[in-house]
């Protein structure tokens, strides 16, 4: 009930920085807590959502970072679904497999995005070092941090988006690291994502 009332209500909040182009936060308490009208109030805020998001994505909209558009919500709110999806299926013990591009994107949301606005919030630190991310099912790879990188961690887009958002431990067995593994494993510490 938990996951689907946050989730709603970040569709609820969405909605509001498109249309009306502020960022104050929904009510969660507002949604209801029995199961027939939680699910019913779920649906509407997901219709609401997709009513919001299907304008041109360069259509000006309030969002906590740049890019300040439609688009920025179209992807942070694939992404917010694909780690929560993931959240519901692990915790019934049935996690499918996301898809690799999508969990490509949410690697590069992480560093585009969520660990810049991280700094910009005082809740985390620029790295002093660089780290090599290398996501070894889409061939897409990032560096994170100044200069030469000091380590590499490589694994699926997937393990390393759970990785990086706290799902898996930075050191998981299913990511693979080469060079300062500690060094790589500080630059990450973050936090990187709220």
Not at 34 to 59: E, I, N
Not at 92 to 97: E, V
Request: charged residues 20%; glycine residues 10%; hydrophobic residues 40%.
């Amino acid at each position: 009930m938990d996951l689907a009332v946050h989730m709603g209500a970040g569709n609820l909040w969405v909605v509001a920085a498109v249309r009306e182009g502020h960022g104050d936060s929904y009510d969660e308490g507002a949604a209801p807590r029995d199961r027939a009208g939680l699910k019913a109030w779920y649906a509407k805020t997901a219709d609401a959502l997709v009513q919001a998001l299907s304008v041109d994505p360069s259509t000006e909209a309030w969002t906590f970072f740049p890019p300040h558009t439609v688009g920025f919500w179209r992807r942070r709110r694939s992404q917010e679904t694909l780690i929560h999806r993931w959240d519901a299926e692990h915790a019934l013990g049935s996690a499918t497999p996301m898809d690799p591009a999508l969990a490509a994107d949410g690697v590069a949301e992480v560093f585009d995005t969520m660990a810049p606005r991280m700094i910009s919030k005082g809740a985390a630190t620029y790295p002093e070092q660089g780290v090599r991310i290398t996501a070894t099912d889409s061939g897409r790879c990032w560096t994170y941090g100044p200069g030469e990188p000091v380590a590499e961690a490589s694994g699926t887009a997937e393990d390393l988006l759970l990785m990086l958002w706290g799902r898996k431990p930075r050191d998981t067995g299913s990511v693979t690291w080469a060079g300062d593994r500690e060094a790589g494993l500080g630059v990450l510490a973050g936090p990187l994502v709220p």
